[in-house]
Nanobody, 115 residues
Framework: QMQLVESGGGLVQPGGSLKLSCAAS????????MAWYRQAPGKERNLVAR???????DYADSVQGRFTISRDNAKDMLYLQMNGLKPEDTAVYYC?????????WGNGTLVTVSS
């Protein structure tokens, strides 16, 4: 069983930056493929970025070149650096950990991009 706790959300102006963090505990973090998803009000949850156990990243087209996902296996931490934020990035951002036999979610952190 893995527990995930996101932090770092908040209100930011368009063009600004935020860094989200996800603290993992309860299982071997390095065994999991990790990802960030987001869900805007009234919309479905969508993949933002993911990173494999080998630290290979992959991004949704909408955030490519603006967001950077990273992981620190020594600290059991997942990060999402978000630059050039747009109003359409407003959503609850969720941390996800996945491997065969396990799929876990955090409770999310709200990011609001508004002037």
């Amino acid at each position: 069983q893995m527990q995930l706790v996101e932090s770092g959300g908040g209100l930011v102006q368009p063009g600004g930056s935020l860094k989200l963090s996800c603290a993992a505990s309860g299982s071997d973090f390095s065994d999991y493929h990790m990802a960030w998803y987001r869900q805007a009000p009234g919309k479905e949850r969508n993949l933002v970025a993911r990173i494999t156990t080998y630290a290979t990243p992959d991004y949704a087209d909408s955030v490519q070149g603006r967001f950077t996902i990273s992981r620190d296996n020594a600290k059991d931490m997942l990060y999402l650096q978000m630059n050039g934020l747009k109003p359409e990035d407003t959503a609850v951002y969720y941390c996800n950990a996945r491997k065969i036999g396990g799929n876990y979610w955090g409770n999310g952190t709200l990011v609001t991009v508004s002037s």
